[in-house]
Protein backbone atom coordinates (compact mmCIF):
# COMPACT_ATOMS: atom_id res chain seq x y z
CA UNK A 1 0.00 0.00 0.00
CA UNK A 2 1.21 3.95 -0.56
CA UNK A 3 1.91 5.27 2.51
CA UNK A 4 -0.36 7.96 3.88
CA UNK A 5 1.69 11.46 3.44
CA UNK A 6 -0.92 13.61 4.72
CA UNK A 7 1.08 16.97 4.42
CA UNK A 8 2.28 17.91 1.32
CA UNK A 9 6.27 18.51 2.75
CA UNK A 10 7.63 16.47 5.65
CA UNK A 11 10.88 15.53 6.85
CA UNK A 12 13.48 13.20 5.89
CA UNK A 13 15.92 12.26 8.81
CA UNK A 14 18.81 10.36 8.22
CA UNK A 15 20.28 7.76 11.00
CA UNK A 16 24.00 7.00 10.58
CA UNK A 17 25.70 3.51 10.96
CA UNK A 18 26.96 3.78 14.22
CA UNK A 19 25.17 6.42 16.42
CA UNK A 20 22.73 4.02 18.33
CA UNK A 21 25.72 1.24 18.83
CA UNK A 22 27.52 4.38 20.48
CA UNK A 23 25.07 5.61 22.62
CA UNK A 24 22.89 2.58 23.54
CA UNK A 25 23.93 0.03 26.43
CA UNK A 26 24.42 -3.67 25.67
CA UNK A 27 20.65 -4.45 27.42
CA UNK A 28 19.27 -2.63 24.54
CA UNK A 29 20.95 -4.18 22.03
CA UNK A 30 17.56 -6.41 21.32
CA UNK A 31 14.03 -6.10 19.23
CA UNK A 32 12.51 -3.55 21.28
CA UNK A 33 15.55 -1.45 21.67
CA UNK A 34 15.50 -1.16 17.92
CA UNK A 35 12.04 -0.71 17.60
CA UNK A 36 12.22 2.55 20.58
CA UNK A 37 14.41 4.21 18.41
CA UNK A 38 12.11 4.41 15.66
CA UNK A 39 8.92 4.60 18.18
CA UNK A 40 10.27 8.41 18.79
CA UNK A 41 9.09 9.31 15.15
CA UNK A 42 5.61 8.14 15.33
CA UNK A 43 2.57 10.89 14.60
CA UNK A 44 5.35 13.49 13.65
CA UNK A 45 6.35 14.98 10.48
CA UNK A 46 8.86 12.71 9.99
CA UNK A 47 7.69 10.83 6.38
CA UNK A 48 10.90 9.35 5.63
CA UNK A 49 13.81 7.50 7.58
CA UNK A 50 17.19 7.01 6.06
CA UNK A 51 18.69 4.00 7.49
CA UNK A 52 23.03 4.74 6.77
CA UNK A 53 24.35 0.60 7.36
CA UNK A 54 27.91 1.51 6.23
CA UNK A 55 31.24 3.62 6.66
CA UNK A 56 34.14 1.67 4.97
CA UNK A 57 32.57 -1.35 6.84
CA UNK A 58 29.31 -2.41 7.87
CA UNK A 59 27.28 -2.34 10.54
CA UNK A 60 25.15 -5.51 9.71
CA UNK A 61 26.71 -9.21 8.91
CA UNK A 62 27.20 -8.28 4.99
CA UNK A 63 28.15 -11.30 3.05
CA UNK A 64 30.06 -9.23 0.39
CA UNK A 65 31.92 -6.17 2.81
CA UNK A 66 33.41 -6.78 5.62
CA UNK A 67 31.30 -5.99 9.20
CA UNK A 68 32.28 -3.57 11.79
CA UNK A 69 33.32 -5.95 14.09
CA UNK A 70 36.15 -8.26 11.94
CA UNK A 71 39.10 -8.56 13.94
CA UNK A 72 37.78 -7.81 16.88
CA UNK A 73 37.85 -10.01 20.23
CA UNK A 74 34.74 -9.32 22.83
CA UNK A 75 36.70 -10.64 25.70
CA UNK A 76 39.98 -7.95 25.18
CA UNK A 77 39.59 -4.83 26.21
CA UNK A 78 40.05 -1.77 24.32
CA UNK A 79 43.86 -1.94 24.02
CA UNK A 80 43.64 -4.94 21.25
CA UNK A 81 45.48 -4.51 18.31
CA UNK A 82 41.93 -3.70 16.13
CA UNK A 83 41.83 0.21 18.18
CA UNK A 84 46.16 0.57 18.20
CA UNK A 85 45.64 3.17 15.83
CA UNK A 86 43.13 5.49 17.84
CA UNK A 87 44.98 7.64 19.75
CA UNK A 88 44.69 6.92 23.56
CA UNK A 89 42.97 9.35 25.96
CA UNK A 90 45.02 11.83 27.70
CA UNK A 91 45.30 11.21 31.45
CA UNK A 92 42.25 12.44 32.82
CA UNK A 93 40.14 13.42 29.58
CA UNK A 94 36.13 13.21 29.62
CA UNK A 95 36.27 10.80 26.28
CA UNK A 96 38.71 7.57 26.33
CA UNK A 97 38.16 7.21 22.18
CA UNK A 98 39.26 3.75 22.58
CA UNK A 99 36.45 2.99 24.77
CA UNK A 100 34.06 3.77 22.90
CA UNK A 101 35.43 2.36 19.77
CA UNK A 102 35.35 -0.58 21.77
CA UNK A 103 31.28 -0.22 22.75
CA UNK A 104 30.06 0.62 19.31
CA UNK A 105 32.03 -2.12 18.35
CA UNK A 106 31.08 -4.37 21.27
CA UNK A 107 27.31 -3.34 20.60
CA UNK A 108 27.06 -4.57 16.92
CA UNK A 109 28.24 -8.00 17.09
CA UNK A 110 25.77 -8.34 20.16
CA UNK A 111 22.82 -7.78 17.54
CA UNK A 112 24.40 -9.86 15.36
CA UNK A 113 24.97 -12.85 17.75
CA UNK A 114 21.25 -12.98 18.77
CA UNK A 115 20.65 -13.07 15.48
CA UNK A 116 19.13 -9.81 15.29
CA UNK A 117 19.88 -7.58 12.18
CA UNK A 118 19.17 -4.48 13.26
CA UNK A 119 18.40 -2.92 9.83
CA UNK A 120 15.38 -5.39 8.83
CA UNK A 121 13.93 -4.73 12.61
CA UNK A 122 14.01 -0.74 11.99
CA UNK A 123 12.73 -0.92 8.40
CA UNK A 124 10.21 -2.90 9.26
CA UNK A 125 8.79 -0.54 12.55
CA UNK A 126 8.97 2.51 9.72
CA UNK A 127 6.58 0.92 7.69
CA UNK A 128 4.34 0.15 10.46
CA UNK A 129 4.20 3.55 11.38
CA UNK A 130 3.91 4.59 8.19
CA UNK A 131 7.02 6.69 7.68
CA UNK A 132 8.74 5.66 4.64
CA UNK A 133 11.62 3.28 4.89
CA UNK A 134 14.89 3.77 3.04
CA UNK A 135 18.17 2.24 3.49
CA UNK A 136 21.49 5.23 3.09
CA UNK A 137 24.64 4.09 1.70
CA UNK A 138 27.68 6.24 1.96
CA UNK A 139 29.80 5.73 -1.06
CA UNK A 140 33.07 7.07 -0.15
CA UNK A 141 33.39 7.35 3.72
CA UNK A 142 36.91 8.27 5.17
CA UNK A 143 36.83 8.33 8.82
CA UNK A 144 39.44 6.95 10.33
CA UNK A 145 41.91 7.55 7.39
CA UNK A 146 43.32 10.22 9.51
CA UNK A 147 46.25 8.26 9.86
CA UNK A 148 47.51 6.45 6.84
CA UNK A 149 47.23 2.98 7.64
CA UNK A 150 43.66 3.38 8.47
CA UNK A 151 41.40 2.28 11.65
CA UNK A 152 39.08 -0.60 13.20
CA UNK A 153 36.37 1.18 10.59
CA UNK A 154 38.37 0.66 7.27
CA UNK A 155 38.09 -2.34 5.43
CA UNK A 156 40.82 -4.61 4.37
CA UNK A 157 40.28 -3.95 0.47
CA UNK A 158 41.10 -0.20 1.03
CA UNK A 159 44.03 -1.56 3.04
CA UNK A 160 45.64 -3.30 0.42
CA UNK A 161 44.83 -1.81 -2.72
CA UNK A 162 46.43 1.74 -2.16
CA UNK A 163 46.13 2.00 -6.14
CA UNK A 164 42.77 2.40 -5.78
CA UNK A 165 42.87 5.64 -4.20
CA UNK A 166 41.89 9.26 -5.57
CA UNK A 167 45.31 11.38 -4.06
CA UNK A 168 47.46 9.43 -5.69
CA UNK A 169 51.05 11.38 -5.62
CA UNK A 170 50.24 12.74 -2.24
CA UNK A 171 48.11 11.74 0.56
CA UNK A 172 48.24 14.48 3.07
CA UNK A 173 44.50 14.62 4.07
CA UNK A 174 41.80 12.06 4.68
CA UNK A 175 40.29 12.31 1.39
CA UNK A 176 43.26 12.29 -0.57
CA UNK A 177 42.81 8.73 0.71
CA UNK A 178 39.03 8.38 -0.14
CA UNK A 179 38.23 5.82 -3.27
CA UNK A 180 38.63 6.87 -6.77
CA UNK A 181 35.44 6.10 -8.40
CA UNK A 182 37.75 6.72 -11.96
CA UNK A 183 38.38 2.55 -11.19
CA UNK A 184 36.55 0.06 -12.52
CA UNK A 185 37.55 -2.58 -9.43
CA UNK A 186 36.40 0.39 -6.90
CA UNK A 187 32.86 0.89 -8.67
CA UNK A 188 32.87 -2.94 -9.13
CA UNK A 189 33.14 -3.40 -5.29
CA UNK A 190 30.54 -0.67 -4.38
CA UNK A 191 28.09 -2.16 -6.96
CA UNK A 192 28.38 -5.34 -4.69
CA UNK A 193 27.13 -3.98 -1.32
CA UNK A 194 24.30 -2.31 -3.38
CA UNK A 195 23.40 -5.69 -4.82
CA UNK A 196 23.24 -6.95 -1.31
CA UNK A 197 21.55 -3.62 -0.16
CA UNK A 198 18.71 -4.27 -2.19
CA UNK A 199 18.53 -7.81 -2.08
CA UNK A 200 18.49 -8.42 1.46
CA UNK A 201 15.93 -5.32 2.48
CA UNK A 202 12.41 -4.57 1.93
CA UNK A 203 12.89 -0.79 1.62
CA UNK A 204 10.74 2.01 -0.10
CA UNK A 205 14.42 2.78 -1.95
CA UNK A 206 18.20 2.93 -1.49
CA UNK A 207 19.94 6.38 -0.86
CA UNK A 208 23.63 6.59 -2.46
CA UNK A 209 24.84 9.30 -0.22
CA UNK A 210 27.94 10.73 -2.25
CA UNK A 211 28.70 13.68 0.35
CA UNK A 212 30.25 10.82 2.87
CA UNK A 213 32.94 12.19 1.61
CA UNK A 214 32.37 13.94 -1.85
CA UNK A 215 35.88 13.99 -3.15
CA UNK A 216 35.47 10.92 -5.66
CA UNK A 217 38.36 11.49 -8.40
CA UNK A 218 41.54 12.19 -9.05
CA UNK A 219 42.46 15.94 -8.41
CA UNK A 220 41.74 17.27 -12.07
CA UNK A 221 39.76 14.39 -13.46
CA UNK A 222 36.71 14.88 -12.03
CA UNK A 223 34.85 15.59 -15.18
CA UNK A 224 35.94 13.47 -17.21
CA UNK A 225 35.69 10.72 -14.67
CA UNK A 226 32.36 11.62 -13.68
CA UNK A 227 31.06 10.64 -16.92
CA UNK A 228 32.06 7.11 -16.31
CA UNK A 229 30.27 7.10 -13.04
CA UNK A 230 26.91 8.63 -14.70
CA UNK A 231 27.54 5.59 -16.88
CA UNK A 232 28.21 3.29 -14.14
CA UNK A 233 24.72 4.82 -12.55
CA UNK A 234 22.51 4.00 -15.19
CA UNK A 235 23.76 0.21 -14.82
CA UNK A 236 22.66 0.54 -10.73
CA UNK A 237 19.54 2.36 -11.58
CA UNK A 238 18.87 -0.46 -13.79
CA UNK A 239 19.20 -2.49 -10.86
CA UNK A 240 17.80 -0.92 -8.26
CA UNK A 241 14.76 0.40 -9.70
CA UNK A 242 14.20 -2.90 -11.58
CA UNK A 243 13.92 -5.08 -8.01
CA UNK A 244 10.38 -5.05 -5.98
CA UNK A 245 10.58 -5.40 -2.27
CA UNK A 246 8.66 -7.98 -0.48
CA UNK A 247 6.18 -4.78 -0.39
CA UNK A 248 5.37 -5.32 -3.76
CA UNK A 249 6.12 -1.81 -4.71
CA UNK A 250 9.43 -0.62 -7.08
CA UNK A 251 12.33 -0.17 -5.15
CA UNK A 252 13.43 4.10 -6.08
CA UNK A 253 16.96 5.10 -6.27
CA UNK A 254 18.06 8.70 -4.35
CA UNK A 255 21.12 10.14 -4.27
CA UNK A 256 22.60 13.29 -2.03
CA UNK A 257 24.87 15.38 -3.65
CA UNK A 258 26.11 19.37 -2.96
CA UNK A 259 24.27 21.90 -2.55
CA UNK A 260 25.06 23.77 -5.95
CA UNK A 261 24.70 22.25 -9.14
CA UNK A 262 27.52 23.62 -10.93
CA UNK A 263 29.23 22.64 -7.82
CA UNK A 264 28.03 19.25 -7.64
CA UNK A 265 28.72 18.60 -11.67
CA UNK A 266 32.36 20.22 -10.77
CA UNK A 267 32.81 17.19 -8.92
CA UNK A 268 31.44 14.73 -11.46
CA UNK A 269 28.53 14.15 -9.55
CA UNK A 270 26.31 15.54 -11.82
CA UNK A 271 22.88 14.91 -10.18
CA UNK A 272 21.16 17.14 -12.96
CA UNK A 273 22.11 15.10 -15.87
CA UNK A 274 21.18 11.91 -13.71
CA UNK A 275 17.54 13.47 -13.42
CA UNK A 276 17.44 14.50 -16.91
CA UNK A 277 18.28 11.07 -17.81
CA UNK A 278 15.40 9.44 -15.49
CA UNK A 279 18.28 7.61 -13.90
CA UNK A 280 17.11 8.85 -10.21
CA UNK A 281 14.02 9.33 -7.94
CA UNK A 282 14.93 11.58 -5.44
CA UNK A 283 17.53 14.65 -5.39
CA UNK A 284 18.90 15.98 -1.73
CA UNK A 285 21.05 18.58 -2.00
CA UNK A 286 22.83 20.15 1.04
CA UNK A 287 26.45 20.61 2.41
CA UNK A 288 29.19 18.53 3.57
CA UNK A 289 29.41 19.23 7.19
CA UNK A 290 30.97 22.13 8.07
CA UNK A 291 28.29 24.21 8.42
CA UNK A 292 24.50 23.86 6.90
CA UNK A 293 24.11 25.93 4.13
CA UNK A 294 21.42 28.37 4.41
CA UNK A 295 20.83 29.37 1.07
CA UNK A 296 20.12 26.06 -1.48
CA UNK A 297 19.12 27.42 -4.85
CA UNK A 298 16.11 25.07 -5.22
CA UNK A 299 14.56 26.88 -7.83
CA UNK A 300 17.63 26.50 -10.05
CA UNK A 301 17.87 22.69 -9.60
CA UNK A 302 14.27 22.10 -10.75
CA UNK A 303 14.72 24.46 -14.04
CA UNK A 304 17.94 22.78 -14.55
CA UNK A 305 16.03 19.21 -14.47
CA UNK A 306 13.51 20.67 -16.09
CA UNK A 307 10.97 17.44 -15.35
CA UNK A 308 9.06 17.24 -12.11
CA UNK A 309 9.10 13.55 -11.00
CA UNK A 310 12.00 13.98 -9.10
CA UNK A 311 12.03 15.02 -5.78
CA UNK A 312 13.81 17.58 -4.68
CA UNK A 313 14.68 17.91 -0.90
CA UNK A 314 17.47 20.32 0.46
CA UNK A 315 19.05 19.07 3.38
CA UNK A 316 20.12 20.86 6.97
CA UNK A 317 23.16 20.09 8.86
CA UNK A 318 23.63 20.30 12.70
CA UNK A 319 26.57 22.71 12.39
CA UNK A 320 26.04 26.33 11.64
CA UNK A 321 29.61 28.77 10.66
CA UNK A 322 29.59 31.99 9.07
CA UNK A 323 32.98 30.88 7.86
CA UNK A 324 35.54 27.95 7.28
CA UNK A 325 37.81 28.85 9.95
CA UNK A 326 35.19 30.05 12.65
CA UNK A 327 34.00 27.77 15.52
CA UNK A 328 30.41 26.76 15.33
CA UNK A 329 26.91 27.51 16.85
CA UNK A 330 24.64 23.88 16.86
CA UNK A 331 21.01 23.95 15.30
CA UNK A 332 18.39 25.22 17.55
CA UNK A 333 14.88 24.72 16.80
CA UNK A 334 14.75 28.34 14.98
CA UNK A 335 17.82 28.25 13.09
CA UNK A 336 16.15 24.82 11.61
CA UNK A 337 12.79 26.69 11.26
CA UNK A 338 14.86 29.29 9.07
CA UNK A 339 16.65 27.08 6.70
CA UNK A 340 13.16 24.57 6.10
CA UNK A 341 10.64 27.74 5.56
CA UNK A 342 14.02 29.35 2.87
CA UNK A 343 13.67 25.57 1.65
CA UNK A 344 10.29 24.62 1.53
CA UNK A 345 9.43 28.77 -0.13
CA UNK A 346 11.92 27.78 -2.95
CA UNK A 347 10.17 24.58 -3.91
CA UNK A 348 11.84 21.63 -1.94
CA UNK A 349 9.02 18.97 -0.97
CA UNK A 350 11.56 18.05 1.97
CA UNK A 351 13.55 19.48 4.64
CA UNK A 352 16.18 16.09 4.76
CA UNK A 353 18.15 16.29 7.99
CA UNK A 354 21.32 14.95 8.19
CA UNK A 355 23.02 14.39 11.89
CA UNK A 356 19.70 15.25 13.84
CA UNK A 357 19.85 12.37 15.39
CA UNK A 358 18.60 12.07 19.49
CA UNK A 359 21.80 12.56 21.22
CA UNK A 360 25.04 13.51 21.28
CA UNK A 361 25.06 14.00 17.01
CA UNK A 362 22.13 16.48 17.14
CA UNK A 363 20.65 19.99 18.43
CA UNK A 364 21.91 22.45 20.70
CA UNK A 365 18.95 21.31 23.12
CA UNK A 366 17.53 17.94 22.49
CA UNK A 367 15.26 17.68 25.15
CA UNK A 368 13.31 20.87 23.71
CA UNK A 369 14.19 21.21 20.32
CA UNK A 370 14.69 18.16 18.81
CA UNK A 371 10.85 17.13 19.35
CA UNK A 372 9.46 20.73 18.49
CA UNK A 373 11.69 20.27 15.12
CA UNK A 374 9.76 16.85 14.42
CA UNK A 375 6.59 17.98 15.28
CA UNK A 376 7.10 21.55 13.35
CA UNK A 377 9.98 21.69 11.04
CA UNK A 378 7.96 19.39 7.67
CA UNK A 379 5.33 21.58 7.02
CA UNK A 380 5.13 25.99 6.09
CA UNK A 381 1.96 26.36 8.14
CA UNK A 382 3.68 24.75 11.40
CA UNK A 383 6.83 26.54 10.97
CA UNK A 384 5.20 30.15 10.92
CA UNK A 385 3.70 29.60 14.46
CA UNK A 386 7.70 29.71 15.40
CA UNK A 387 10.35 31.73 15.74
CA UNK A 388 12.44 31.57 12.95
CA UNK A 389 16.46 32.71 12.18
CA UNK A 390 17.80 33.04 9.33
CA UNK A 391 22.06 33.20 9.39
CA UNK A 392 24.47 34.14 6.88
CA UNK A 393 26.65 30.33 5.89
CA UNK A 394 28.12 29.58 3.26
CA UNK A 395 28.90 26.56 0.87
CA UNK A 396 30.89 24.09 2.42
CA UNK A 397 31.34 21.92 -0.45
CA UNK A 398 33.64 22.92 -3.73
CA UNK A 399 35.56 21.80 -6.45
CA UNK A 400 39.22 21.20 -6.22
CA UNK A 401 40.44 24.47 -7.35
CA UNK A 402 38.02 26.90 -7.19
CA UNK A 403 37.11 29.85 -4.54
CA UNK A 404 35.68 29.62 -1.01
CA UNK A 405 32.07 31.68 -0.81
CA UNK A 406 32.40 33.31 2.21
CA UNK A 407 30.53 36.28 3.19
CA UNK A 408 31.93 36.99 6.29
CA UNK A 409 34.04 38.11 7.74
CA UNK A 410 33.64 41.15 6.53
CA UNK A 411 34.72 44.83 7.24
CA UNK A 412 32.57 47.63 7.84
CA UNK A 413 34.04 51.00 6.45
CA UNK A 414 33.64 54.69 6.74
CA UNK A 415 30.81 55.07 3.90
CA UNK A 416 31.17 51.89 2.40
CA UNK A 417 28.15 49.33 3.50
CA UNK A 418 28.79 45.71 3.87
CA UNK A 419 26.13 44.18 2.19
CA UNK A 420 23.92 40.56 2.84
CA UNK A 421 21.51 39.03 0.71
CA UNK A 422 19.88 36.61 2.79
CA UNK A 423 16.87 34.25 2.15
CA UNK A 424 13.68 33.92 4.41
CA UNK A 425 11.12 32.11 2.51
CA UNK A 426 7.66 33.55 2.78
CA UNK A 427 7.58 37.17 4.07
CA UNK A 428 5.78 37.31 8.01
CA UNK A 429 1.85 38.92 7.99
CA UNK A 430 3.12 40.65 11.03
CA UNK A 431 4.95 39.61 14.12
CA UNK A 432 8.29 41.33 14.56
CA UNK A 433 11.57 41.10 13.32
CA UNK A 434 15.06 42.29 13.71
CA UNK A 435 18.69 42.10 12.55
CA UNK A 436 21.76 40.71 14.82
CA UNK A 437 25.02 41.36 13.55
CA UNK A 438 28.25 40.28 15.94
CA UNK A 439 31.11 41.94 16.24
CA UNK A 440 34.94 40.72 16.88
CA UNK A 441 37.15 42.38 19.65
CA UNK A 442 38.71 44.75 17.74
CA UNK A 443 35.50 46.45 17.28
CA UNK A 444 34.40 46.64 20.48
CA UNK A 445 34.29 50.39 21.18
CA UNK A 446 32.76 51.71 18.10
CA UNK A 447 30.29 49.62 17.20
CA UNK A 448 27.24 52.32 18.31
CA UNK A 449 28.31 54.28 15.09
CA UNK A 450 27.37 51.63 12.53
CA UNK A 451 23.93 51.90 10.55
CA UNK A 452 21.95 49.01 9.47
CA UNK A 453 19.66 49.23 6.39
CA UNK A 454 16.96 46.23 5.19
CA UNK A 455 15.80 46.53 1.63
CA UNK A 456 16.92 50.31 1.92
CA UNK A 457 14.98 50.97 5.02
CA UNK A 458 16.46 52.01 8.22
CA UNK A 459 16.90 49.81 11.33
CA UNK A 460 18.22 51.42 14.29
CA UNK A 461 19.67 49.34 17.12
CA UNK A 462 17.26 48.21 19.77
CA UNK A 463 17.98 46.88 23.21
CA UNK A 464 15.68 43.88 22.70
CA UNK A 465 16.61 39.97 23.75
CA UNK A 466 19.64 38.28 21.34
CA UNK A 467 18.60 34.63 20.37
CA UNK A 468 20.54 31.65 22.15
CA UNK A 469 22.98 30.37 21.92
CA UNK A 470 24.97 33.11 20.66
CA UNK A 471 27.98 32.75 18.68
CA UNK A 472 31.19 32.52 20.50
CA UNK A 473 33.59 33.86 18.44
CA UNK A 474 31.53 37.60 18.02
CA UNK A 475 33.11 39.73 21.19
CA UNK A 476 29.29 41.85 20.77
CA UNK A 477 26.10 40.51 19.28
CA UNK A 478 24.15 43.63 18.73
CA UNK A 479 20.26 43.94 17.57
CA UNK A 480 18.67 46.23 15.45
CA UNK A 481 14.83 46.27 14.63
CA UNK A 482 13.55 45.48 11.27
CA UNK A 483 9.90 47.17 10.59
CA UNK A 484 7.78 44.01 9.37
CA UNK A 485 6.58 45.94 6.60
CA UNK A 486 10.45 46.49 5.09
CA UNK A 487 10.25 42.82 4.63
CA UNK A 488 9.93 40.75 1.08
CA UNK A 489 9.55 37.32 0.02
CA UNK A 490 12.51 35.21 -0.33
CA UNK A 491 15.94 37.42 -0.73
CA UNK A 492 16.33 40.13 1.53
CA UNK A 493 19.40 42.64 1.34
CA UNK A 494 20.60 43.65 4.81
CA UNK A 495 23.81 46.33 4.48
CA UNK A 496 25.69 47.93 6.85
CA UNK A 497 27.62 51.02 7.40
CA UNK A 498 29.54 53.12 10.19
CA UNK A 499 30.28 56.68 10.49
CA UNK A 500 33.63 55.97 12.45
CA UNK A 501 37.20 56.64 11.05
CA UNK A 502 37.85 53.21 12.27
CA UNK A 503 36.79 49.76 10.20
CA UNK A 504 34.86 47.00 12.26
CA UNK A 505 34.77 43.80 11.36
CA UNK A 506 31.68 41.84 11.60
CA UNK A 507 31.91 38.17 12.00
CA UNK A 508 28.01 37.09 12.23
CA UNK A 509 25.08 38.00 10.83
CA UNK A 510 20.88 36.85 11.26
CA UNK A 511 17.32 38.17 9.94
CA UNK A 512 15.38 36.91 13.10
CA UNK A 513 11.38 36.91 12.64
CA UNK A 514 8.97 36.39 15.23
CA UNK A 515 5.51 35.42 15.11
CA UNK A 516 4.69 37.46 17.72
Not at 379 to 395: N, W
Not at 472 to 489: F, W
Request: proline content about 6%; aromatic content about 10%.
Amino acid sequence: MELPLTLKHGIALNEDSSHFFYTRTPEEMSVEGLRALVEQYRDTQVRELFFNVNAQTTSYASDVWEPVWHGFDPSLDENQAVFRTIPEAAPGAAVNRRRRAWGFVRNALLLHERGIDPYAVWLARSRELGISPWVSMRMNDVHGLGVETGQYINSTFWKRRPDLRRGGYCAEASIDRAFDYGKQDVRDYHFGLIQELVARYDMDGLELDWMRFPWHFRPGYELEDGVLLTEWLREVSRFVRGHSGASGRKTRLAVRVPSHPLTARAMGLDAVEWARQGLVDRITAGAFYSTADMDIPVELWRELIGRDDVVLAAGMDHNIRPCYTSSRVLADAALTFGAAASFFHRGAERVYLFNFMDSETGVNDPATDYPLILNNAGEPSTIGRHVRRHAVTFPDTRAPGTPESCLLPATCRNNQRSAFRIHIGPKPDGGTACAVLGYDNDSAAGVRAVEVWLNGISCPADTGDIPSPGWDDAAILRRYEIPVGAIKNGYNLLEASTQSENPHTIVWVEIVISPE
